[in-house]
């Protein structure tokens, strides 16, 4: 940001073009740099999707940790919003959760 602040506020065309060519550079840098680490055993990941009633949740992270999700919803759903849950469509871990 502040290099795109500098780069409007120069005056100068030549000084200009080396701030964007020193900004592509950064850009470029950055770009090679993992935005976190994959082998942090800290890391999680919770996705939610919304399909006009109905919703799915994606976790990344420990299966323990999905299933105290779940059963925390589980709970909630009936006893504070009063909403059925469908069993038949609910708690069912896609194949890709249960072989690992």
């Known amino acids: 940001m502040r ?3 500098r780069i409007d506020q120069e005056p ?3 000084k200009r073009q ?3 060519e ?6 470029r840098e950055m770009q090679t740099m993992p935005s976190k680490d994959p082998y942090d055993p ?15 949740l994606r976790v990344i992270g420990p299966k323990s940790e999905a299933m ?6 589980k709970d909630f759903l009936p006893q504070t919003l009063k ?8 708690g069912h871990l896609s194949k890709q959760g249960k072989s690992s």
């Open 22 to 27: 020193c900004k592509q550079d950064v850009h």
């Open 3 to 5: 290099l795109n602040r």
């Open 12 to 14: 100068d065309p030549v």
């Open 68 to 73: 105290e999700i779940f059963e925390a919803i």
């Open 42 to 56: 800290e890391f999680r990941r919770l996705r939610y999707c919304r399909y006009a009633d109905d919703f799915a």
């Open 18 to 20: 080396e701030l964007i």
């Open 83 to 90: 909403l059925e849950i469908a069993e038949e469509k609910s």
